[in-house]
């Protein structure tokens, strides 16, 4: 958070804006300036491109960042942030630049600036872009201490995907324990070693086969994939396991995140597995539910845990019944007898 600003002079002569922060138990002094569009350069390592990037040929200068900008602009969201920009005649917050012009934080902005840019060439305002520049020697580690206070412990969120990428870039380039990072950004240890663990089966398997920033969209499957105990332990024992989920997910045979669920039951029947992996989803319901009706049935289900209930009664609530004076723990469990009678009489007997 700033701590004390100043005005001054820039080196072009234009007036700047110092900030003074706090990071990792230093103060910072941050200059705000409009800065020249022609200065400020996207980021190839950026989570919403950095995949796609190392698995492309896309050069470097001018090539890579025409290339990462259309790569960004393919993003519906970076559209709907164009036309929310372009309403607006501005920024509402600053882009973070290192001091070699690098956006360390801002790159979906910086191309919405640049395509403003090319779309009103007359306009002045978006001939510079407003930014907050980092002094020369703050390291990339502050800076991923700084960009994750800001966009996964603070108020502006990143995405799923792109919060799991910072916690993979923490652990795995400087070295931060999941205790430590869990701590930085305001959440579980658990928490960090889902995302840790999605983000890693995202990069190295899923996004070389299917690469593009709307990929990122999937990450919610992977997520859902290691929050689910019995799914964990598929993936860990079955070597085959997470590259047969990449296809499932890359060729759209799971349609949402939170059917990936479906498949803890899937799993456990190889019947059902086998029809999923040949016909689909429906084929693999149609398998549980003549396997498992409790699935579809709220009433099977019911029967289950009453079954269970019954199974595991306790002797005192038995004593209870049988040393009733009053009949009306009697008159519970008659009930129950002569509603399962009928029941099994209209089910002819079974």
């Given amino acids: 958070m700033p701590t004390k600003r ?9 007036r700047e804006l110092i900030d003074e922060i706090t990071l990792d138990q230093r ?15 996207l980021d190839p390592t950026n989570p919403r491109v950095a995949n796609t990037v190392a698995v492309s040929s896309f050069g470097r200068g001018e090539s890579l960042q025409r290339q990462l900008s259309d790569l960004l602009w393919e993003d519906p969201d970076v559209r709907a942030l164009y036309q929310s920009v372009l309403a607006n005649k501005g920024l509402v917050e600053r882009i973070i630049v290192r001091h070699d012009g690098v956006v360390a934080e801002g790159n979906c902005r910086t191309v919405v600036y640049n395509r403003l840019a090319a779309n009103h060439p007359n306009d002045p305002s978006w001939k510079r872009i407003p930014a907050r520049v980092l002094p020369d020697d703050i390291t990339d580690r502050q800076v991923a201490v700084l960009l994750g206070e800001l966009h996964v412990g603070g108020k502006n969120k990143w995405s799923a995907f792109e919060k799991a990428g910072h916690i993979h870039k923490l652990s795995n380039n400087f070295g931060l324990t999941q205790d430590e990072i869990a701590k930085l950004l305001k959440t579980s240890k658990t928490a960090v070693n889902h995302s840790t663990r999605a983000f890693a089966a995202m990069k190295e398997k899923y996004l ?8 990122v969209r999937k990450f919610s499957y992977f997520l859902e994939l290691y929050k689910q105990p019995q799914l964990r332990d598929w993936v860990g024992s079955d070597e085959h396991a997470l590259d047969d989920f990449v296809q499932w997910v890359g060729l759209n045979k799971i349609s949402k995140g939170a059917d990936v669920r479906e498949l803890t039951e899937i799993i456990k029947n190889t019947t059902a597995l086998e029809a999923f992996r040949v016909q689909g989803a429906d084929a693999a319901r149609k398998v549980l539910e003549l396997a498992q009706p409790e699935l579809t049935s709220a009433l099977f289900k019911l029967m289950l845990k009453m079954t269970e ?17 009053v009949g009306s723990s009697k008159k519970i469990v008659r009930n129950l007898k002569d509603s399962l009678d009928r029941f099994v009489d209209l089910c002819d007997g079974i």
């Fill in 6 to 14: 100043t005005v001054g002079l820039g080196s072009d002569g234009d």
């Fill in 27 to 41: 103060r910072v002094a941050v200059r705000c300036i409009e800065l020249p569009l022609a200065e400020v350069k």
């Fill in 208 to 215: 070389p086969q299917f690469p593009g920033t709307t990929a």
């Fill in 309 to 325: 209930a019954l199974d595991g009664a306790r002797l005192d609530d038995i004593q209870r019944v049988r040393k009733d004076k």
